[in-house]
């Protein structure tokens, strides 16, 4: 078989791309060596985890906050086995989704390996033994990224785990001992600290979420603790071991005292890291650097002409979203068009309760490159809404050009900002002025005026509500 695109992946990149590269007239093939669609984002990942962390999150909230709200329930008990059943259901529903999308856009599916014979020509390797070869006119690499480890930690995905089998315990561990205070880390923590087990977080730099804005990772750190969850920052982890049910994980401290935590299990969540094995990318000469990720240019073409790669395989974030873009700028591409992505505004989010979330630069990257600013700050408590609902904390911080008060950098804590902060990415992709969405008419009461009082606080400095 001859197409015109041969996507390899089918995570929120590949499909994404070849969608659009169907719907640009293409012929277009897919191919994915799991069983299911959807990469590790519908199937270990984003799908899976949001299922978890808003069960545990209903738990949670009739344990804690129904008596505040006058509703008085039986001692609330959970069914672990349902709530990870219903994780599975909605997991099979979306990734059944994608099915029907690829046959609704006459994409051709083949399953197994997808490896390279040469420039034009993908090898289908199946798990029945057997295999096929196809050609396409383009290849888009988009085989996605797989969990980092530490190189003398054993995962044996009973107790010294990854995400993926994080998502799929038989139990609430009794004590999670968590390496990594990163996204992945942090969200896994809630879920199961919300059901009941201790949770420590022990993460080599001095703050958690060390990639976002300091004001955010010392709110969320200061409300994580409030639920009780544990933290031991710079700490630099030497050791993990295992005897039968019991976990020990060696670290030292910022004073380079041996330092040991002991618990049942243990989620590795240290990063990820580019999955290329198998795609015989030495056939070609396809070009990774020292990160094992694909060489790619502006275009995501790599020094390959006809081979493009997209998604968590090339540098940059490791984000669904940020991976779709991509592959919707590589099929647009090859169609002819002119499309482009501002990697500046892509959003970063943690689906913890309260939640962050953030776009553009940080108050530390603006120092770094010397660029004047100022910075308007409100707290969700000050809002209507939050009182009402009882989500009381978080804020909104604006920061804006110091000249030219355009918005450079919006961070956020608090109830739906993974939501929220699209208001911001839309003003900022528009080039706004901090006046601009300061005059902008919010609705009341609404989570989302702390943006427009935050916006006004760093263009005059005068929030209204505070």
């Known amino acids: 078989m001859k197409y015109d695109i041969i996507v390899i992946g089918s995570g929120p990149g590949g499909y994404i791309s070849a969608i659009r590269s169907s719907q640009l007239g293409k012929k277009v093939a897919i191919i994915e060596k799991y069983s299911t669609l959807g990469g590790t984002c519908l199937n270990v990942g984003c799908i899976p985890s949001k299922a978890l962390l808003d069960s545990s999150h209903h738990f949670y909230d009739a344990v804690h906050h129904f008596e505040e709200h006058g509703i008085s329930v039986e001692k609330p008990s959970f069914d672990f086995s349902k709530m990870v059943a219903r994780k599975a259901k909605v997991v099979e529903t979306t990734t059944g989704g994608i099915t029907y999308l690829m046959d ?57 785990i990854t995400s993926t089998e994080a998502l799929k315990l038989k139990e609430v561990p009794k004590h999670l001992l968590v390496i990594g205070g990163g996204v992945i880390g942090l969200e896994l923590g809630s879920v199961y600290k919300r059901l009941g087990a201790e949770v420590t977080v022990i993460e080599y730099m001095d703050k958690i979420v060390p990639g976002m804005d300091a004001d955010v990772s010392k709110e969320l750190q200061k409300v994580f603790k409030k639920q009780g969850i544990k933290f031991a920052t710079s700490h630099k982890v030497n050791a993990v071991e295992r005897n039968g049910d019991h976990i020990v994980v060696k670290a ?52 390959i002409k006809n081979v493009y790669a997209i998604g968590d395989v090339v540098k940059g974030a490791m984000l669904a979203h940020k991976a779709e873009e991509e592959g ?100 900022m992709e528009y080039r706004a002025s901090a006046e601009d969405l300061a005059r902008i008419c919010h609705g009341h009461p609404t989570y989302s005026e702390a943006v427009k009082e935050a916006a006004k606080a760093a263009w005059d400095g005068k929030a209204l509500n505070a």
């Open 328 to 427: 919707v700028v590589v099929a647009e591409f090859l169609a002819g068009e002119k499309p482009h992505i501002n990697y500046n505004l892509i959003p970063g989010i943690v689906y913890t309760w309260p939640e962050a979330a953030a776009v553009g630069k940080t108050e530390q990257e603006l120092k770094e490159a010397k660029i004047e600013y100022k910075a308007g700050k409100f707290s969700m408590r000050a809002l209507g809404r939050s009182r009402a609902s009882g989500d009381l904390d978080g804020f909104v911080k604006v920061l804006a050009d110091k000249k030219t008060d355009e918005i450079l950098g919006v961070h956020m804590v608090g109830a739906r900002v993974a939501d929220l902060i699209m208001e911001a990415a839309v003003a």
């Open 252 to 303: 030292t401290d910022k004073k380079d005292r041996e330092i040991e935590f002991s618990g049942d299990y243990c989620l590795v969540s240290v990063g990820r890291k580019a999955y290329t094995e198998g795609l015989s990318l030495e056939k070609v000469g396809v070009e990774v650097n020292e990160r094992g990720q694909v060489n790619v240019n502006d275009h995501l073409q790599t020094n």
């Open 104 to 160: 609704k856009n006459n994409i051709d599916i083949y399953e197994g390996l997808g490896s390279f014979e040469d420039a034009t020509h993908v090898k289908v390797s199946k798990n029945d033994g057997s295999s096929e070869i196809i050609e396409g006119t383009n290849i888009i690499i988009a085989t996605g990224s797989k969990p980092s480890s530490l190189p003398f930690i054993n995962i044996d995905k009973d107790r010294i």
